[in-house]
């Protein structure tokens, strides 16, 4: 039998991560202390929000990218909730909207003017209320324009159509908090691990659970969609307290393809993956290591190629989108590190090392850009498509034809979308029956009081109504007796 050695060649085995200078990081800012199990952070081409500490409700802050150095400690922020702020996501298809959602209930969309705020912004363009308790996860379709999902201590996925402001759908098969969430490629199905231990496959418009996994041995926070590949990932916690990775078929979830063991240290594994290079990032909560690996469709699934060491532990992780990458310097994925302790946003490229000046086409394939594949009333009704395809009118037959960016002259096409908030008319909001608007809890101590107030109000009411209604029996009771008498 011939020896054949487990080293596979990879184009991407060199890949190494390189800090941006000193002048290139955002010092200065006060970000949050909230121990919840997000990034507290997002990025996109134009702007970087960071979720901050701040009294009396939540806010965070955001900086152009473009603006780089020591903050001013007194910059404007979007200070709108009245309870922390639990997570926030660009809107992929307009890069000046921002969705938040906090523990007030609530989930809020921001419009962010061109150049960044120059005064506090209280006033969000659409507010969204539905869910009874506080809200830990939103996420935005990746292929449609339009729709955003909240993910509620509640246990419930409410799935938002923003160009009426209303909630659609309700999934509601969870038993114990979600964890986290994510789509496949083109929207159709989405992952989600909960706290009850278990990992479903949901098909989101319908809220069928088409798989479960009960996971005994390996307990999931985290899972991810590897692309086209069919493929699920999972990171969190082994019976011996170690931190796991597992790789799962979306379509058989009875038992993972593979397990591989990490380390023995205590914080959250997040797992980033890139489906143009089909490479695998998994970042430690508390820790300053960014783990890399190669996935193929082949054994052994997952080939490690390097770590990416840092002493500064990190609290979140936020990742640039493809199209603002600096391709002249071989970058093919950008991480910004939340450095706590120092009040630090730390950019970290990760770069393929290149002695050629000249594109490298085979590092950057077509990729979807910030155009949307359908409208949300298409992908309600059922309509399935990726982000890189649209349907175009040829003769008399319609066929798919990926409208990919290049990265090759750097994209700077403008997107012609524009975002325009719902006018919402006070109402009662039902889905599957249930009004979701009948136990939203008061948002602020004022509103606690009315409420309070309002009750006892109704009270005295009630007693009052009650007390006259016996005195009218009372009456009739001795009118009856009259009457019998003579």
């Known amino acids: 039998m011939s020896w054949r050695p487990t080293y596979r060649s990879s184009k991407f085995r060199n890949v190494y ?32 929000a960071i979720v901050t500490e701040s009294a009396g409700g939540g806010s965070f802050i955001v900086i152009p990218v473009t603006q780089s150095g020591r903050i001013d400690p007194h910059h ?29 209930s609530s989930v809020r969309i921001w419009e962010i003017p061109d150049g960044g705020l120059r005064r506090n912004m209280t006033e969000a363009i ?3 209320y539905g869910h009874s ?31 009426i402001g209303e909630p659609v759908k309700m999934i509601d098969c969870h038993t114990d908090v979600i964890l986290c969430v994510s789509f496949n490629t083109e929207g159709s199905l989405l992952a989600t691990t909960c706290k009850d231990k278990k990992l479903r496959v949901i098909e989101p418009r319908s809220g069928q659970v088409l798989q479960e996994a009960n996971c005994k041995n390996h307990k999931v926070n985290r899972v991810v969609f590897l692309g086209n590949m069919k493929r699920l990932l999972t990171t969190g916690v082994s ?19 593979i397990e591989e063991e990490i380390d023995g240290l205590s914080g959250l594994l997040f797992p980033f993956y890139d489906a143009d290079t089909h490479m695998l990032y998994l970042a430690g909560k508390g820790d300053g290591n960014i783990r890399y690996y ?35 310097a071989c970058e093919v994925f950008r991480f910004y590190k939340l450095v706590t302790l120092k009040g630090l946003i730390e950019p970290i490229s990760m770069i393929v090392p290149r002695r050629s000046e000249t594109y490298q086409e085979d590092i950057y394939p077509m990729t979807p850009g910030t155009e949307p594949a359908l409208s949300a009333d298409e992908w309600l009704s059922g309509i399935n498509r ?22 090759k002259e750097g994209y700077s096409r403008p997107n012609k979308l524009v975002f325009k908030a719902p006018v919402k008319e006070k109402k009662s909001v039902v889905v599957n029956g249930i009004d979701l608007l009948e136990n939203v809890p008061p948002r602020t101590e004022n509103e606690l009081l009315r409420m309070f107030f309002r009750q006892q109000d109704e009270l005295r009411r009630l007693k009052d109504e009650l007390s006259q209604k016996d005195i009218k029996i009372r009456q009739l009771e001795l009118e009856q007796l009259v009457l019998q008498v003579e």
């Open 239 to 257: 019976r011996w307290n170690t931190r796991q990775i597992a790789l799962w078929d979306q379509e058989d979830l009875s038992m993972p393809i």
């Open 17 to 48: 991560g390189k800090v941006a200078n000193r002048e290139h990081c955002f010092e200065g800012i006060p970000i949050t202390k909230n121990v919840h199990d997000n990034h507290f952070c997002a990025v996109n081409s134009k702007f970087l």
């Open 294 to 328: 190669e996935v193929t469709t082949e054994k052994p699934y997952l080939q490690y190629l390097m770590e990416f060491r840092s002493p500064a532990p990190q609290k979140g992780l936020g990742v640039m989108p493809k199209h603002g990458l600096d391709v002249g």
């Open 133 to 163: 308790r506080r809200v830990g996860l939103i996420e935005w379709h990746p292929t449609c324009n339009g729709i955003l999902f909240s993910a509620g201590y509640d246990y419930k996925i409410l799935i938002w159509n923003l160009e």
């Open 386 to 407: 990726g982000k890189a395809f649209t349907l175009v009118y040829n003769c008399k037959s319609l066929k798919y034809r990926p409208v990919l960016i290049s990265l």
């Open 126 to 128: 659409l507010e969204l």
């Open 76 to 104: 404007p922020k979007v200070c709108g909730h009245q309870g922390n702020v639990l997570d926030i996501k660009w809107n992929p298809f307009h890069e000046n909207i921002i969705a938040s959602c906090s523990e007030d």
